[in-house]
Structure formats: C-alpha cells, structure tokens
C-alpha cells in the first residue's frame, strides 16, 4: 500500500506563488507517474499536471493549458516526493488540489484521474482577488 501526504497550500494573492508537495512512502520506489489534479466547489476534478517516470515522445511533463506557463511540476526521487510550484495564481485557481501516483503508463493516459492508483489527503489553495 502507498500513502501519499499533501503539504503546502493556503491563501495568497492574486500573483503570489505556491508550492504544494506531495511524499510518497509505503511499499513504494521511484518507479510511478504522479500526477496533480484539482477540484473546486460545484465542479468535476480536473487535470492540472503530471510528470511520468519514463520519456514519451520526449516529454515527461504535462500541463492543461490553463496553467502552462505558471505552474511547474517536479519530482525528488531520493525523497519519494513531488512538487507543483504554482506561479502567478489566478483566483480561478482556488480549488482542492489533490497528488496522485500511478504505475508507469503512456503519456496519454496522464489527463485520465481513473488510471491512478493512489490519492492524496487534498490541499486547499485559495486565490483572492
């Protein structure tokens, strides 16, 4: 079994930055594609970034267009941990934001919630204007 604990999060102001991580441990190696997904009241749970273990197409990180540019999605695999450092924060981006890992699969497969095993507690991130 994986545990996965979320940290970072909270308020800040439009334009002011955030960096959430997420520790894996548990019967875990570094071999797992994690991605970060958020959900805010009254909306379904979408995708925000993903980073695969292994290279496709030559790439490993994936951004929904809302937040290329702004966010950066990163991995320490000595800590067993990921990081989405969160630049430029908007007010639309205050929701719940939730890591997830997965075993390795094809890139395309990164937006889908339902192809990851594992689930953070969740973390709040408010944006005011």
């Known amino acids: 079994q994986v545990q996965l604990v979320q940290s970072g999060g909270g308020l800040v102001q439009a334009g002011g930055s955030l960096r959430l991580s997420c520790a894996a441990s548990?019967?875990?190696?570094?071999?797992?594609?994690m991605g970060w997904f958020r959900q805010a009241p009254g909306k379904e749970r979408e995708f925000v970034a993903a980073?695969?273990?292994?290279?496709?197409?030559?790439?490993?990180?994936y951004y929904a267009d809302s937040v290329k540019g702004r966010f950066t999605i990163s991995r320490d695999n000595a800590k067993n941990t990921g990081y989405l450092q969160m630049n430029s924060l908007k007010p639309e981006d205050t929701a719940l934001y939730y890591c997830?890992?997965?075993?390795?699969?094809?890139?395309?497969?990164?937006?889908?919630?339902?192809?990851?095993?594992?689930w953070g507690q969740g973390t709040q991130v408010t944006v005011s204007s």
């Open positions: 980073i695969t273990r292994f290279t496709w197409n030559g790439n490993s990180a």
């Open positions: 548990g019967r875990t190696s570094s071999s797992y594609d």
């Open positions: 997830a890992t997965r075993s390795p699969k094809t890139g395309s497969t990164v937006y889908n919630p339902t192809s990851y095993d594992y």
